[in-house]
């Protein structure tokens, strides 16, 4: 299974009064490895924005605290693409702490949509086409 990976810090606006991380905050950390692979794999948010008939709202959003992260701590984010179906596809992300630990997983559910409309659609052959060869690559990528 491939897996796109992304390094970050836990910032001070990430956590609680108690400088840990504010479990919701999880999701920031995978939305931004999310817009990242996006990137990678040739459908970044501008150029979708800009040039594209569809819009990929997220349907579904859950996150899982596992452990606690604590300001400065290094963490990875990693991404797999869990399923791809018509018009919609999920995506898992592991967080880890610097020595591997599973700290927390998010995973979410995006829908294919028509932007002007905002009726579902299958999801668009070349956006299809670029999650199927990352999903069915060996890669583990580390940008």
């Keep these: 299974m491939s897996t796109f990976v992304v390094h970050s810090t836990v910032r001070l606006q ?9 479990f919701a905050n999880q999701l920031i950390f995978a ?3 999310y817009e990242k692979f996006m990137e990678h794999i040739g459908h970044s948010f501008a150029s979708i924005f800009d040039s594209s008939d569809y819009i990929i709202p997220i349907v ?3 996150a899982d605290y596992l452990g606690p992260l604590r300001v400065g701590d ?13 018009s919609s596809f999920v ?8 020595d591997g630990t599973e ?6 559910v995006h829908v294919t949509a028509d932007r002007n409309s905002q009726s579902k659609i299958p999801i ?13 690559s060996s890669a583990h990528v580390d940008p």
């Design 74 to 86: 290094a963490i990875t984010v990693e991404l797999t693409i869990e399923n791809i179906g018509n």
């Design 14 to 22: 990430h956590t609680d009064a108690a400088g840990i991380l504010f």
């Design 60 to 62: 579904h959003a859950e």
């Design 124 to 136: 668009p052959a070349s956006l299809r086409n670029a999650l199927e060869r990352f999903r069915e």
């Design 91 to 98: 995506i898992a992300y592991y967080i880890r702490a610097v």
């Design 103 to 108: 700290v927390g997983k998010c995973r979410t």
């Design 31 to 33: 939305h931004e490895a």
